[in-house]
């Protein structure tokens, strides 16, 4: 289990550096279709990383690699929503973040159990989903410090 979670790792943080620099909606679909790309390239790896009824022995390694990944996605939102001039706090950056991870998890989950000739249409369905929700959120979620306008 550890080498599929390094694999998932090297695949995610490699396309998170290499679209840093492109738009937020951009930036979204690559990852998410790396995500997704992953669990159709390797479903058995995906699954022993992410089905629900793992053994609880995998469960710390999980874990470990969830948080990692939250972390980096926090950090994506963190520099986009800076680069766009709409400050963030960072406990939202990483609620936002775990949103994110989520919908790659369990999406993709869902895909491989429902739909397994089909995982990359949906995550295209997840990229789309996931940008157009980070386009319309109200500035004022973003940073409740911030006064209203």
Known sequence: MKFQAQQLADILFTTYDNVANLPQDEQVHADMVAFY????AHPAGFRLLFDERADESLHPIRGQLLQQ???RVADCVLAVTTA????????????????????G?????????????????????????AAAGLRHLDPALLDPTRPAE
């Open 84 to 103: 766009r001039d709409r400050p963030i706090i960072s406990a939202t950056a990483g609620t936002l973040a775990a949103f994110l991870v989520g919908i």
């Open 37 to 40: 790309d992953f669990a159709a």
């Open 105 to 129: 998890v369990h999406g993709a989950r869902d895909a491989l159990s429902t739909h397994p000739d089909d995982i990359q249409q949906a995550g295209v369905l997840a990229a789309g989903f």
């Open 69 to 71: 990944i939250t972390d």
